[in-house]
Structure formats: structure tokens, C-alpha cells
């Protein structure tokens, strides 16, 4: 084989390209030759970002102001000759960082994982058989072939361009698509110019092509870019950029109580090492430190979650955006409806033909009587045309067809009445043709009949009739008036508004191959089809209504095909009073100045018809521009630009276009509308999940600081030692903290109305939520330690040894304080998670061992307090849960979701 230089592949003709890499474009490359060009070229991928590894995690745990002041702690005890002290600091130290090294492990191998679920796959030309590979194993030489929607994965030599158009801003910024051809260009072209070449990364947004790869991986244009740009690091999601700004001014402010509760102990007579042990301890236990790696591992979870629910997110910061939805902009086929076209009836003229499946049969009925296709001429013409002029592909027995459904639905029923490709093409050869247009929204095939060649035309009902000048009627050809052509507008409108798709059949003869295809055409007929609702669409469409989000539709359909399959769905004001917008009123939207009546009744419209993809785009914008969160779903290649503007953009994964995935933030891999609303209720406990385990956190730590602090400020003695502090930072805050990021979710979830986006993590209510659950754990455990002390009769250790247990075990009930308002208060979404149940067991394990263990117990300076000490502080355990029921039961939190739900 002889390598052909890619940057002059351009300037030659495509036949010396083929020559030079060795390859026939009609046979394409064999087994062996493909091996052995893997092996010399290697994979056809860009440089992968390495993965993070092992070290970079390990040592990111020892980052930052709270590491340093464990370390800080750790010195000062050595420093004091408090070795065990040390040791065990510095043994917290390392478990603190045990935990974050696993999770944060676990969170970043899960989103690499997640980025491999998908596979970009081409469609290539190989030892004379179309076969599709994944993307990475293209070789230079091969044969591929191209269609709108496509990503290309190399970059290719034209041999065949029928109405190509690329979009290649990815590598010119130029957002407008470049037409194809295949005639070699000047040596000295710029990219831009290049247009007998398609590019690795740019998108076909029209027409069809095919071409030999000339350049794989890195040595691709793309390739060559990417070379250049060094790997930028990822950025974190908002809610984990919320969750850092927390957690740093909470550092500051615990740094200052810490501060004063240093400076009041020694003013009290403290010592002053055994005071700035303690400072540093209440700082450390004051920061929720593990935040930030419970959010991530929460959020992975939640993605995989969503995973096996069959909706795959590219990005963490997604999963928070569902939660916020507030409308969501659907398509019709395919996500409400079952994308499994049939043809159920023909119109043609004077008449309409039913079909009837007869096992692998069909039967054709016109007023009763049975029709032959190959003795009516209408009946036969349509059929004919819909195999002729027809991309799809039924395959062989066994393999699995291809194409759009509605097109595999015309070569069903055409192999079914004995009119497939098999018995046309040996007398209708394909000599040229014209991909769809979303401009003239019709495509066309042209073929060799004899001396003449024979036009096939298809497309939507009102583009085609308009240019028909004749009909062919059941003596033959008539002309098309006026009259008729409204007569026939007339019953297009009749069949949509029974939910029926059409598609309109057109044809004409020429004698020559090169004539414009869409002028004085004689219309054949209008074929029907039906495509029935999924079954879980209209429960889906009341749940999303339920939680407060919108469902609009927007299709290409007519008007009426539209409103009757939305009304089937429920759409609508309570599933009925439809608002249906067409399309061509929308043609010169501009997002940013509609009126203000214009914008309320476009805001307020249930379905949008006949609507192009720069009117999906301004109406995404239109809808954010008014204060929407917008997920959209999409599946062709011009919905791309509008899946990007949306905060969500939903491709489908089945019979999605490359395009759409890579420009989606979410995919669903079996294309159901229920999969959404599933995903969005993730989406929502996952935020609820953080939002919980945030205010666990804080309202235990919150009470660490406060016992210390008013204890000291009191005069009593400390009732909490720094390595104790430390031990429960570790045993209450982090094992909980996860149970409750890994929660099902509240019942209720979407029974309420989507959040504000800009909605803190922590909103005021909450914040008093804190401090009451926080303040309630404090006055039990001070109680607890007063009477330990002036009841009991217990000296100043065993009396700490109550404050610790009574601590201890008002923090681990403090996890069912934070329950969803409203619940019943022993059966909610907490006590039915089981993580929790097993977080309580080990930590109860753990406090256990701390007191029973002698050597542990030694180390944590924890006497026995006796039998009636531990009755004191386990009593004393319940009285913040108490507290804190009866705050859920009837605070803020419980008012505000009242209201939201009336």
C-alpha cells in the first residue's frame, strides 16, 4: 500500500486518491489488508485525556485548610509530649483519608465508565458488503458512507456527493453549512475551501455521499487541533461550586469561634495547649469537610442510577438541572409515539384504498372491492414509488432493517403486495438522487424506465400538491385545477386530524437524468400511516403535569395529525383545550423581541406544528428568555443547535442521529418519554438527597462547636476532648452523611412544583432548620453533662463520658430528623433506607468499641460512667429527635411544602 498525503488528497482526483491507498470504492478493503493497516496506523481515535490516577486522588485528600489543621493538631500533641494523643490524630488523619481516596476513587472511575456506554459507529464499504464498525476501527482506504445525521469519524475524499452539506464550525467556526462536491480543489485551499473533503468531527446536516478515509486519529485535521490544545481540567458543577463556597466560609467562621472558644478557656484558667487542641478539634469537626466527595459519589450514583433506567448523562451538573425542569419541548415520533409506522390506507382519486394484513400478506379494498396492483395503475404507481424512492433498507432474513420508520413501513407493504426492490430494480435502475430538503420538504429518486427516465417524489402533503401541475385519476391523467387541489388540501386535513402521518406520491417522466425533479409533477396519491401512542406516554405526560412541568409538543406534522395525538396523550389543560401554533407563524420569531401577547400565547400553546429547526431554537431561547428551565428532545441533526441551547438537551438513543447524541446532555437508549420523567424524579432526590446530608452535617456540627463553646463560656468543664471531637467528626458525620446521600427519595417528590435553580442549597428555612436541630443536640448533651456532674455525683471524666455517649447518639437519631415535612414520622423515605439503618448499626458498633475496648477507650479518655451515666445520656439521646419531629411536623419547611402543593 502507498500512503497517500493527506494535505494534497484534496487536489487530486478522487480516482488517483483511490489508486494511491489501494482500494476500489466499489469493493473496499479485505480482512487482511484492514489488519494489517490497524497495525500500522493504529486506532482511529484522538488522544485520550489520562485518566486520573490513583496517586493524583490519594494525594488530593491531603489538601487543604482542614488537613492542615488536623496535621497542626497532630504537631502540637507531639510537641506536648501527648504521643497517643498524636498517634491518634494522626490515625484519624489517614481514615479521613482512606474514606475520601475510596469515594473520590469510585466517582472518578464511574464517569470515566459512563463516558464509554456509548459508541459512535460509521457505515463503511468492506469486501464488497455495507457493513457499520465502531468509529475507532476505520484504516485509511476505507470506503464510507455518509447521511445527514451522520458524525464523520474520519477524515474522507468525496468519490459521490448527491446534495452533501457539512457543518465544519467545529474546525473553521463558521456556523453556516459548506456544500459538497467532488471535483478536486487548489493545492493551497484553506480548510473551509476544501470541499471535495469531509472532516473527522463535522456533522453531514444534508444529503448523501460516500468517500475513501484518507487520515485517521491524530493525523486527522481534527487530530492535528487537538494536538495543539493541552487538556483543561474539568470543571465542577454548580451545586459542587455552591457546595465549596459553603464550606469555605464556614472554615473562616468556625476558625473565629474557634478563636473565642480559645480565648474564653484560658481566660476561665484552661490550659492554653490543651485549649488551641480543642480550637483546632471544634474547627475541624465545625466544616463539613466530606461535602464535596459525598455530592460527587452522589450524583454518579444518581447518573448510573438513571443508567440502568435507560437514560444516559454526560455530565454531573445535568443530573442537578433535571431537578429544575420546568418545561420540557417534545417530539412526537418516536418519544410519544411508538415509531413503528404502518401503512393503513391510500388516498388517491375519487377514492380511498384500506389495507388489510392477511399473515405476511396484504389486501387492498376500495369500496368494497378487492384491488390487484398489478392491474390498478394508481395502486401500483404508489407502491412503486414508495420502494423507488426510499433510503431504508429490510435487509436479508435475519438482519435487522434499517432506516426511517416511515420508509420501512412503504418497503413492507410493497415486498408484502410483490412490489419490492427486488422485482422493480431490474427495470428501474437508480441513475440519480435528490436527499430531503427541509427547505422543499421532499426528496426524489430518478431511474432508468426504458428510453425515459422515471421521477419518484415523495414528502409532506402540501409541498408536494403545490408544485403538481396533474393528477392521475382512474382514466389516466388529469390536469390539477384549483378546485382540486384545495379538494384534495381538504381531505389531507380530514385524514390528520385522526392522528394519521402523510406522505404525499408524486411523478413524472423525462428524457433526460438531469431535469429539476420538483416542477410539473403528476400527483399519484397521499399514503397514511399510523404510528399508535406508547402505552406509558399519557401517565408519564400526568406525572410530569403532577410535579408542575409543562409538556409541550413540537413536531413537523400537520396541525391536526398533532393536536389528535397529542389529545390522545393528555396534553393540554388537564389533557383537554388544546392550543395548537403552526409553524409558518413563527417563521421571523426573534426570542428577544416578541410582545408581550405574542409571548404569553406562544408560552401558553400546547402543541407547535409544521415547525422548522431554527423555530425550535428560538422557541428554546423564547422559553428561557422568560424564566424556564427547558429540557428538549430531539433526533435529527437539525435539532442539534436546539439540544444545545436547551439546559437540557434529550436525544434519542435508537434512532437518533450522531449529531443529536453528541449535542444532548442526555440520551435515552429506548427513546420513551417515561424514561424522562424518571429521570427528572432522580434528578430531584438526588438534590434532595444532598440537600438532607448537608443539613445532617451542619446541625451536627453546629452542636460540637456550641457544647464546647457555651460550656467553657460557663465555666464548666470542657465537656468534649479534642481526640473525642475528632472520633465522632469521623464516626457520625461521615457514615450517615452517605446513607442519606444514597436515599430513595421522598414519595411526594413530584407532587411538588421544580425548584428555583438559583435556589441556595441552604435557604433560610433551612438554615433555622439547623439551628434548632443543632441547638436541640446541644442542650441535651449539656444537660446531660450538668447532671452527669451535679446529680450523679460523677467526677469531671466519667461526666464527659456521658456528654460524649449522649452526643454520639443524638447525632445518629439526628439522621431521621431530616425526613421530607409531612411524612409519617415511622414510615418515610429514611427509615426505608437501608443504608441508614446499616450507617446507625456500625456507628453504634464503633461508639461501643470505644467504650468497651480498654485500649480504645484509653486513647479517647473515656472512664466508665456506670450503669445509671449511660441511662442518663441514653435518655437524654431522644429528647433532641423530640425536637426535632415535632420541628418537621410543624416548621417552616413543613408550611412551605404545604403550600406548594395546594
Known amino acids: ?259 473565642l472558644v480559645i480565648g474564653a478557656g484560658i481566660l476561665r484558667g484552661h490550659e492554653i495547649a490543651a485549649m488551641i487542641q480543642t480550637g483546632i478539634a471544634l474547627a475541624v469537626a465545625a466544616v463539613p469537610e466530606g461535602l464535596p466527595v459525598v455530592a460527587t459519589l452522589s450524583l454518579a450514583r444518581g447518573m448510573w442510577r438513571m443508567a440502568a433506567r435507560n437514560a444516559i448523562i454526560s455530565n454531573l451538573s445535568s443530573v442537578e438541572t433535571l431537578g429544575a425542569t420546568t418545561v420540557i419541548l417534545t417530539d412526537k415520533t418516536g418519544t410519544l409515539t411508538e415509531n413503528r409506522m404502518a401503512v393503513v390506507q391510500y388516498l388517491v382519486a375519487d377514492t380511498a384504498i384500506d389495507l388489510h394484513k392477511q ?224 409553524g409558518k407563524e413563527l417563521t421571523d420569531l426573534d426570542p428577544g423581541e416578541v410582545d408581550g401577547l405574542l409571548r404569553d400565547r406562544i408560552l401558553a400553546a400546547d402543541v407547535f406544528a409544521r415547525v422548522a429547526p431554527a423555530t425550535k431554537l428560538n422557541l428554546a431561547a423564547l422559553y428561557q428568555n422568560s424564566g424556564h428551565i427547558v429540557a428538549m428532545t430531539g433526533d435529527g441533526v437539525n435539532d442539534a443547535p436546539a439540544l444545545k441551547k436547551a439546559d437540557i438537551g434529550i436525544a434519542m438513543g435508537q434512532r437518533g442521529t450522531e449529531v443529536a447524541r453528541e449535542a444532548a446532555h442526555m440520551v435515552l437508549t429506548d427513546d420513551s418519554f417515561g424514561t424522562i420523567i424518571a429521570a427528572m424524579r432522580q434528578g430531584r432526590v438526588i438534590f434532595d438527597n444532598i440537600r438532607k446530608f448537608v443539613i445532617y452535617l451542619m446541625s451536627c456540627n453546629v452542636s460540637e462547636v456550641l457544647i464546647v463553646g457555651l460550656a467553657v463560656g460557663a465555666g464548666l468543664p470542657i465537656p468534649l476532648l479534642p481526640l473525642q471531637i475528632l472520633f465522632l467528626n469521623l464516626v457520625t458525620d461521615v457514615f450517615p452523611a452517605f446513607a442519606l446521600g444514597f436515599g430513595a427519595g421522598d414519595e411526594t417528590v413530584m407532587h411538588q412544583p421544580p425548584r428555583d435553580p438559583a435556589e441556595s442549597v441552604i435557604d433560610r428555612s433551612r438554615w433555622i432548620t439547623i439551628a434548632v436541630l443543632g441547638g436541640a443536640i446541644t442542650l441535651a448533651t449539656l444537660a446531660a453533662f450538668w447532671l452527669a456532674l451535679h446529680w450523679l455525683m460523677l467526677d469531671v471524666g466519667p461526666s464527659v463520658t456521658v456528654a460524649f455517649v449522649t452526643l454520639a447518639l443524638a447525632q445518629l437519631w439526628n439522621a431521621f430528623n431530616v425526613r421530607a415535612p409531612g411524612g409519617h414520622i415511622f414510615v418515610n423515605e429514611v427509615t426505608r433506607n437501608p443504608w441508614i439503618w446499616g450507617a446507625i448499626t456500625l456507628c453504634l458498633g464503633l461508639i461501643a468499641a470505644a467504650l468497651w475496648v480498654p485500649s480504645l477507650s484509653d486513647i479517647l479518655k473515656l472512664p466508665d460512667p456506670g450503669l445509671a451515666g449511660l441511662w442518663l445520656a441514653l435518655g437524654a439521646s431522644f429528647v433532641p429527635l423530640a425536637i426535632g419531629q415535632a420541628f418537621v411536623r410543624f416548621g417552616p419547611e413543613h408550611r412551605n411544602k404545604s403550600s406548594a402543593q395546594t
Not at 162 to 187: F, H, I, M, R, Y
Not at 190 to 197: F, L, N, V
Not at 382 to 388: P, Q
Not at 456 to 469: D, M, T, Y
Open 1 to 259: 500500500m502507498n500512503d497517500v498525503n493527506q494535505t494534497a488528497a484534496f487536489a487530486k482526483p478522487s480516482e488517483i486518491v483511490a489508486h494511491s491507498l489501494s482500494v476500489d470504492p466499489e469493493y473496499g478493503l479485505d480482512d487482511s489488508e484492514i489488519i494489517a493497516r490497524r497495525n500500522r496506523h493504529g486506532p482511529n481515535q484522538l488522544r485520550a485525556h489520562a485518566k486520573q490516577s490513583v496517586f493524583v486522588i490519594l494525594a488530593h485528600q491531603f489538601k487543604g485548610v482542614i488537613v492542615w489543621l488536623l496535621a497542626f493538631a497532630a504537631g502540637l500533641s507531639f510537641y506536648f509530649h501527648d504521643v497517643a494523643e498524636g498517634v491518634a490524630i494522626v490515625i484519624v488523619l489517614v481514615i479521613n483519608a482512606a474514606i475520601g481516596f475510596v469515594t473520590e476513587l469510585r466517582a472518578a472511575r464511574s464517569m470515566e465508565a459512563l463516558l464509554n456506554i456509548a459508541t459512535v459507529t460509521t457505515r463503511v464499504r468492506r469486501g464488497g458488503k455495507t457493513v457499520r464498525i465502531d468509529a475507532q476501527d476505520l484504516v485509511p482506504g476505507d470506503i464510507v458512507l455518509l447521511d445527514a445525521g451522520d458524525v464523520v469519524t474520519a477524515d474522507v475524499r468525496l468519490v459521490h456527493a448527491s446534495n452533501l452539506q457539512c457543518d465544519e464550525s467545529v474546525l473553521t467556526g463558521e456556523s453556516v453549512p459548506v456544500a459538497k462536491q467532488t471535483d478536486p480543489v487548489s493545492p493551497d485551499a484553506a480548510i473551509g475551501d476544501r470541499a471535495c473533503m469531509v472532516f473527522k468531527g463535522t456533522a453531514v446536516t444534508q444529503g448523501v455521499g460516500e468517500g475513501i478515509v484518507t487520515a485517521t486519529g491524530m493525523e486527522t485535521e481534527l487530530g492535528h487541533i487537538s494536538h495543539l490544545v493541552q487538556t483543561a481540567e474539568s470543571s465542577a458543577s454548580p451545586l459542587e461550586k455552591r457546595l465549596d463556597r459553603l464550606g469555605h466560609r464556614l472554615v473562616w467562621l468556625t476558625l473565629g469561634l474557634a478563636a
Open 359 to 582: 399473515g405476511e400478506t396484504v389486501q387492498f379494498e376500495s369500496d368494497g372491492n378487492v384491488l390487484d396492483p398489478g392491474q390498478d395503475a394508481r395502486l401500483g404507481a404508489l407502491l412503486r414509488i414508495g420502494a423507488l424512492c426510499n433510503g431504508a433498507s429490510l435487509g436479508k432474513a435475519g438482519e435487522t432493517p434499517s432506516g426511517d420508520p416511515m420508509e420501512l413501513a412503504l418497503l413492507r407493504v410493497a415486498r408484502q403486495a410483490r412490489q419490492g426492490r427486488r422485482t422493480l430494480v431490474p427495470g428501474c435502475e437508480k441513475v440519480g438522487e435528490y436527499a430531503f430538503d427541509q427547505a422543499t420538504k421532499m426528496m426524489a429518486s430518478v431511474h432508468r424506465d426504458g428510453e425515459e427516465f422515471l421521477y419518484a417524489i415523495k414528502g409532506a402533503p402540501e409541498a408536494v400538491i403545490e408544485v403538481c401541475s396533474c393528477v392521475l385519476g382512474p382514466d389516466g391523467i388529469e390536469d390539477l385545477d384549483a378546485a382540486a387541489r384545495a379538494d384534495w388540501l381538504d381531505r389531507v386535513r380530514i385524514a390528520a386530524t385522526d392522528g394519521l402521518r402523510l406522505l404525499a406520491m408524486a411523478m413524472k417522466r423525462a428524457d433526460r437524468a438531469d431535469a429539476f425533479p420538483y416542477e410539473d409533477l403528476t400527483l399519484v396519491g397521499i399514503v397514511c400511516l399510523r404510528d399508535p401512542l406508547r402505552g406509558d406516554v399519557t401517565e408519564a405526560i400526568a406525572a410530569a403535569r403532577a410535579a408542575g412541568v409543562r409538556v409541550v409538543m413540537m413536531t413537523g406534522d400537520h396541525a391536526d395529525t398533532a393536536a389528535a395525538i397529542a389529545s390522545q396523550a393528555g396534553l393540554g389543560t388537564d389533557g383537554h383545550h388544546l392550543t395548537v401554533i403552526e
